[in-house]
């Protein structure tokens, strides 16, 4: 397996080698802590429609919570970098609407039929749809791993329908067609992305993506609802502002620093927790049933993903190998995931 489990920071001895073990499980702490609040983001949207809201409006109030640290970020993080051309902000415009403005949106109308369980291991399949893109429209050869690792994640995803179709009836059918419409979203804007990450900085690139979607998800609301559709309960307006600060803006950045300390592979390893900590938050805040299915569905996505990341050395911590291991546990917020 090309990605290690072990880190040259935990061997030796002495204060340096001290000092090189904090670093090092302070960066898994961060993977492990940006994975979990990511995962989270499902049962925040479930919790809010409760309340009667709809997605129009819940992703709205979602991005406004969240836009003004991303605005922050991106003036700050354009010191030192190349200004910025005509094509790049056209670019850039259409990296936001398709990774984080289309991904989103069709992710919270998902999350309408599905549970939040089965809702994050289908957004966790980006990795795999990174690799089909590759293949058709790359032309990027395929391996016995690369088949191994996709037949492993959609039979896994296949045990999980199954599941929740016995519970829930023909609606998940169309939640899942939902959500994984919104992980070919982020997978196209992760492949759009990787060949202007390494000029534009990861945080930048993030930064913009994410005003813009502001901008579109403000715009559909004003054309689609009344403003009398923002008086809404109080309980809505805290779920949003959870969801905005912690469940969006907190595991962007503590995953760029995680990245930054430990690495890509390590990370996304660390990411691993996303799924699995969806069900457990699912089953004690939802009441959401775990079943023999689901869980064996949930390791052989795990499983799928994980041989998949095994493909090729694990990259070095770039501002590139960011975007990659955010995808593993998935933006979409971003990764930076929807």
């Known amino acids: 397996m090309a990605i290690s489990t072990t880190s040259p920071a935990l061997d030796g001895a002495g204060p340096a080698a001290a000092r090189r073990r904090r670093h090092y499980l302070a ?4 993977a492990t802590c940006g994975a979990a609040l990511f995962s989270a983001k499902a049962i925040v949207v479930k919790l809010a429609y409760r309340h009667g809201v709809d997605a129009v409006t819940l992703i709205a109030l979602r991005m406004l919570f969240a836009v003004p640290w991303f605005a922050l970020a991106l003036v700050a993080a354009r010191r030192g970098r190349p200004a910025l051309v005509r094509g790049d902000h056209l670019r850039l415009v259409a990296i936001g609407v398709i990774g984080y403005y289309a991904a989103s949106f069709l992710d919270f109308l998902g999350l309408q039929h599905v549970s939040a369980g089965l809702e994050r291991l289908v957004l966790y399949l980006a990795p795999t749809i990174v690799l089909l893109l590759s293949v058709v429209v790359l032309r990027q050869p395929v391996t016995r791993r690369d088949v191994a690792a996709l037949l492993l994640s959609y039979g896994g995803i296949a045990l999980v329908v199954h599941h929740d179709v016995n519970l829930a009836g023909d609606g998940v059918a169309l939640g899942v067609l939902l959500v994984f419409g919104s992980a070919v979203c982020y997978a196209i804007y992760l492949v759009g992305a990787g060949a202007m990450v390494r000029r534009v900085g990861a945080i930048r690139l993030t930064s913009y993506a994410m005003c ?22 109080p309980a809505v307006y805290g779920l949003s502002l959870f969801n905005g600060i912690l469940c969006t803006v907190v595991p962007v950045f503590a995953t760029m620093l995680a990245v930054e300390r430990i690495g890509a ?32 569905g949930t390791a052989l996505v795990l499983l799928g993903v994980f041989v998949l990341a095994g493909r090729r050395p694990a990259p070095r911590p770039t501002p590139a190998a960011g975007l990659a291991a955010i995808a593993a546990h998935h933006p979409i917020q971003p990764r930076t995931l929807p």
């Open 265 to 296: 592979g390590s990370a996304a390893l660390a990411g691993n927790v996303g799924p699995v900590a969806t069900i457990v938050f699912g089953y004690l805040l939802l009441g959401e049933p775990i079943g023999a299915w689901q869980l064996a």
């Open 212 to 233: 813009v979607a502001t901008v579109a998800c403000v715009a559909q609301f004003l054309a689609l609802r009344p403003l009398a559709a923002l008086r809404l309960p």
């Open 27 to 30: 960066g898994i702490a961060l």
